[in-house]
C-alpha cells in the first residue's frame, strides 16, 4: 500500500529516468538517483525531515498499514522537538541541499564572501578607493600600468565574489540550469581576468616583498587552474567540474581569511614592539605630506631646498598600530606575507576536507543527481575522474 506521508516534492521536479534516443552528449537531465540509496524502488522517497535524519529514526523498507505511527514519529520528530530546527531543514530542503550542514556552511562560508564583497563594493567609487586603500599604496598605483590593472581587478572580483556563492545552490542548477550556466561564465570570466590583473599589481603591492609576491602569484594560479579545469570538465564529468569549481572559488576568497588573521597578526606585532618593514623615502613622503616630519623622523632621507636627495633610499619604518597611518601601513606590510600563507594553508585543508566528506553525496544523493542523459550508474558509478 503506497505511504499517505510519501513526499510530493520529488515530483515536481520532472525527472526523466529514461535515455531518449539518439541524445546529444553536452545535454543534461535530472535523473533518479533513489534507487542507489537506501531507500529502494520499493521502499518510499523520504520527507525532507527523513532526509536527514540517521537511519535508526525510522524503520527500513516501505511503511504498512501496522506501522502508520512509526513513520509518522520519525517525519514528525524534529517539527516537534524544535520548530528552528524543522525550519533550517525546510529552508535547506528547498534550496535543494541533502546534507544536514550544508545549509550552515552555505550561510557561513558563502554570507562571508558575499559580505565581503559588498563591504568592498565601496572601493568602485574612484574617491573611496583611495582612502580606502592601504595607505602607501597609491603611491604606486598612480601609474597607468598599476592603476587600471588595481581597478579592473576592483571591479571584476567584487562582481565574481557576489555571484560565485549562486553555481552552489542545488535548487538552481537543477531547476533553472541555463541561468547555472550563464552565470557560471559570468563568475569564471569576472574571476579569472581578476586574478590576471591581481597578479600584476602584485609587483608593488603592500611594498612589493617577494613573500606577498610569491603568495599571490601562487593563489592567481590555483584559483585560474581549477577554474579552467573546472570548464573544462563542465561536459565531461559533473562530478569533476563541481570539486574544481569549488576549489576555484575557495582559492579567490583566501584573501578574506587572510583580512582576518591579518587583524590579529598587526595587534600582535604592536605589542611585540620589534618588527619593522622597509621603505623608500619617497613613499613616506606621500604617507606623511610634509617633508619636515620626514626629515625628522628619518634624517637618513636627506634633503636638498624642498626635494629629496635620494628618494628611492629604503629605511626601516616601525610596525605598529599606535603610530598613525604610516605604522598602521607598515604593519600591514610587515604580516602580509605571512598572512597570506596561513590563509592559503586553511583554504587548501579545509576544501580537501569538505570535498572528501561531501564525495558520496557527490556520486549519489537521495533525490536526484544532475548527469549526462547518457549516464549509466550501472556501469559509470566507478568511472570518476579525478
Known sequence: MESPLRSPTFDTFNINTEKPEGSHRSSYVLRSASYRSRFSASNPLPSPQQAFLPESLYESGPPSAKSPSR???????????????????????MMGFRERYSLLYAFIFGGALFGFCLARSLLMDPVKMRRLTVPGEFFWFELPLYKYNYIIHIYLSIIGGIFSGAQFVPAIRRNYFLLHRLNGYLVLITVFVSNVCGAIVTRRSFGGELNSQAVYYIMAIMSNFSLVWAYLNVKRNTRTHRRWMMR?????????????????AQAIVTDIGSYYSLWRCDEILFVLKDLSTLLTSYP????????????????????SDNEGVLGHASAVRATQGMVLWVATLIHVVGCEIYLRSTEAANSQRYGYALEHKEFDPDKDANNVNY
Do not use: M
Open 71 to 93: 513513520v509518522y514519529n520519525s517525519s514528525t520528530l524534529i517539527s516537534k522537538s524544535n520548530p528552528f530546527v524543522s525550519a533550517y531543514f525546510s529552508v535547506s530542503w
Open 300 to 319: 637618513q632621507c636627506s634633503s636638498s631646498s624642498s626635494t629629496l636627495t635620494h628618494p628611492t633610499l629604503y629605511v626601516p619604518v616601525h610596525a
Open 248 to 264: 576555484g572559488v575557495v582559492y579567490f576568497s583566501i584573501v578574506i581569511s587572510a583580512r582576518v588573521i591579518g587583524l590579529a
